[in-house]
């Protein structure tokens, strides 16, 4: 039940605080600060259950701090903001007292916007004075109770790290185990069920795609649609309410804190993709709902000497004013928030480039990056760029600072193109397969800078990957033409559904190809939701607007798609178990000597067994190559600080259309090699598991080999 305040009509609030910005709520009463430099005034406005407001001037401010004190307001209390002050888009003021405004520190958020007419301005003369209270969202004041009990954060190894990244109601919504009030919810993706599968997989951290308090967009409403994806932010320190299965009073605070808790029971890291390159209000065309209405030059990038137009490097109207102190602040606070007192273990940046934009440029010395380097907190967690935006010179990868990881676009890109047999293919694909050193480290920086990937939420699905050539977005609304065109995929003789063996069998071996190399390349491998099961988008591969079945797994899987999951389950596991898979550090090119033999490190061989030449990796037309791992010459020690000796692999890859033979090393490199993996097997595996390989091998079309043998240390 939604206490009553204490104070009604204009009555002034107690002086309070201006620190901590938002509403803070003690016990006995709230404090209440909210941030504009602009503003002339400002008003509290609490909300009673059927929209009675109580408006509260806040009369005190420092440091542009608005604030205000209220004795007997606790959780639950409904409230907004109106604030006055200058309306003169020219100039990039945009206040407008008309328009209720939702708290930017808001940290659980009530309602959902309706994209009535009122929270836009459409008099071309003036503000417009069409009031929008019931038609936006509202904050709510919440208390930070929680009984965590044992909870301690994972804090797994970058090296031992396997990502899952997923969707909170796509990964949920049709599971069979999984209550219907539940599915779709943090409590859903919490359930036993989920949280299994999980962890039989192997995955170590699942990474979640927004669930900070997004909006939903009028001109996709008015087309069926919705915003599925949720980037789409409005609300940086709440979990989006929809996703709650227990109320939005607060209560989906409480029930994300039991996610994260339940996630780290099991062992799993969270990981939040956020979104603070730009917000849900879009251009001078988008809705008034929190940022534009309280300081919009402080919070917004405007267009040099055109203050009323918004500077966007992002594609969805604005970006956040990256130099502005308060900005900076706001999102400094947030990140320690969801760490300090949601318990999370990371963040995926949207868009980081944006938020590297002091000014024009991409700076990696940006105030941003400093602010997150010297944080005690922030520091050390896990920090995962999207090292691009739509921006002038937006693509960074590779150029980010030491600290951070990266979502290694140029893998994809390449992985991609050797699978489906593209010439002048093999030199980019070592350089990915080893871990990107030609990307990281010049400035230091090791394999867990490379957040490999082979599909994200963004573009094909892994079996879409394989079974279509173009893309499919028909069901968007855009005429087929958003999304992506060039996703180099392949279909394998057929677009889309079909019925013909040869090319059913043909996707199988290229999944299964795809999650084989990017399980066992160097750096941090992301898995995407579903892919593991054969997941399809009917080849949609910009999803963002579909929230039915073309976005959800389906979990009514067939004997195909078990076999899938049991290969990739497989894969995850042998990476687990044999440090030479996952080093902590580049191949030197170091030998390492035994038995009165020297052996490199890493070693890249012909199918002769002949090792690569310049002229070999220049051959446009070579797609097979074998990489020899030596599991001896790992040269680190374990976190305990023994030495570590690990078998040794012989990867062989042939994405070719004919079989190819491959002469297994000499002696000198171990004799007895074992077949662990081969993805022409319908199951991805031999069927004597311990087959020893003899002097030659030969590699199936399109398919990849991996096999070991025991540490010759000691022999």
Request: charged share 25%.
């Amino acid at each position: 039940m939604t206490p009553k305040p204490s104070h009604r009509g204009g009555v002034p609030a107690w002086g309070g605080h201006p620190y901590p910005l938002g509403a803070d709520h003690d016990g006995e009463g709230t404090n209440f600060a909210l941030f504009s430099e602009v503003a002339e005034r400002v008003q509290l406005v609490l909300v009673d259950d059927d929209g009675t407001e109580h408006r509260v001037p806040l009369t005190e401010a420092d440091g542009f701090v608005w604030h205000g004190y209220l004795p007997g307001v606790g959780p639950g209390q409904r409230y907004g903001y109106r604030v006055h002050g200058p309306w003169d888009p020219s100039a990039g003021h945009r206040c407008n007292p008309a328009k209720l405004l939702l708290d930017p520190y808001a940290r659980a958020v009530d309602g959902q916007t309706d994209n009535h007419r009122s929270l836009y301005e459409r008099s071309p003369g003036g503000p417009d004075l069409a009031d929008s209270a019931g038609h936006t969202l509202l904050g709510v004041v919440t208390d930070t109770a929680f009984d965590w009990g044992h909870d301690r954060p994972p804090r797994r190894p970058y090296a031992d790290t396997v990502i899952y990244e997923a969707h909170v109601r796509g990964l949920t919504l049709t599971h069979p185990d999984v209550p219907h009030e539940l599915r779709g919810t943090y409590a859903g993706l919490a359930h036993p069920a989920v949280v299994e599968h999980l962890v039989s997989l192997g995955v170590t951290a699942v990474e979640l795609m927004p669930v900070h308090q997004f909006v939903q967009d009028g001109v996709l409403k008015d087309r069926g649609l919705s915003n599925y994806w949720g980037y789409n932010t409005i609300g940086f320190f709440a979990p989006h309410n929809a996703y709650a299965a227990h109320g939005t009073r607060g209560e989906q605070v409480t029930e994300f804190k039991s996610m994260v808790k339940a996630l780290h029971e099991a062992g799993l890291e969270v990981i939040l993709d956020v979104v603070y390159n730009h917000t849900a209000e879009g251009n001078e065309k988008g809705p008034t709902l929190s940022f534009r209405g309280i300081d919009n030059a402080s919070y917004y990038r405007l267009v040099d000497g055109d203050w009323a137009h918004y500077y966007d490097t992002t594609g969805t109207g604005n970006s956040l004013l990256m130099r502005h102190p308060y900005v900076l602040q706001l999102i400094m606070d947030s990140l320690r928030y969801w760490v300090t007192e949601m318990h999370v273990d990371g963040f995926r940046f949207d868009l980081a480039a944006t938020l590297a934009r002091q000014f024009h440029e991409v700076d990696r010395l940006s105030a941003f990056f400093d602010l997150i380097q010297q944080d005690p907190v922030i520091s050390r967690v896990k920090l995962i760029a999207e090292p691009w935006d739509v921006g002038e010179g937006g693509y960074q990868v590779g150029n980010f600072p030491p600290l951070w990881s990266e979502w290694n676009g140029k893998y994809r890109d390449a992985v991609r193109d050797f699978w489906r047999a593209e010439p002048h293919t093999l030199g980019e694909l070592a350089s990915r397969l080893t871990g990107s050193s030609d990307l990281y480290a010049h400035s230091r920086r090791r394999p867990r800078a490379s957040v490999n990937f082979v599909t994200a939420h963004d573009g094909f699905t892994l079996r879409d990957l394989v079974s279509y050539n173009d893309k499919h977005n028909e069901d968007n609304g855009e005429g087929n033409r958003d999304g992506e065109s060039v996703n180099r995929s392949w279909n394998c003789g057929a677009e889309g559904d079909t019925d013909d063996p040869a090319v059913l069998e043909l996707r199988a071996r290229q999944q299964r190809n795809f999650l084989a190399t990017l399980l066992l390349s160097q750096g941090i491998p992301m898995l995407s939701h579903g892919d593991e099961l054969g997941r399809t988008q009917g080849g949609n591969n910009n999803a963002y607007c579909q929230d039915n079945q073309v976005s959800w797994i389906d979990w009514r899987l067939t004997g195909e798609q078990r076999d899938l999951a049991g290969f990739a389950r497989s894969v995850i596991a042998l990476r687990a178990a044999h440090p030479v898979l996952r080093r902590r550090r580049f191949f030197l090119g170091e030998t390492v000597t035994h038995a009165g033999q020297p052996l490199p490190d890493l070693l890249w061989l012909r199918p002769d067994a002949r090792e690569m030449t310049d002229r070999d990796w220049q051959r446009s037309d070579a797609h097979c190559v074998g990489v020899f791992l030596n599991g001896d010459a790992i040269a680190e020690p374990d976190p305990h600080g023994r030495p570590v000796i690990d078998d040794s692999f012989l990867l062989l890859l042939n994405s070719s259309w004919e079989p190819v033979g491959f002469r297994l090393p000499d002696a000198a490199y171990g004799e007895r090699w074992s077949t662990l993996i081969d993805t022409a097997e319908p199951q991805g595996t031999p069927e004597e598991a311990e087959h020893k390989a003899s002097t030659a091998l030969t590699v199936e079309p399109r398919s990849l080999v991996l096999l070991s043998r025991p540490s010759l240390r000691g022999e």
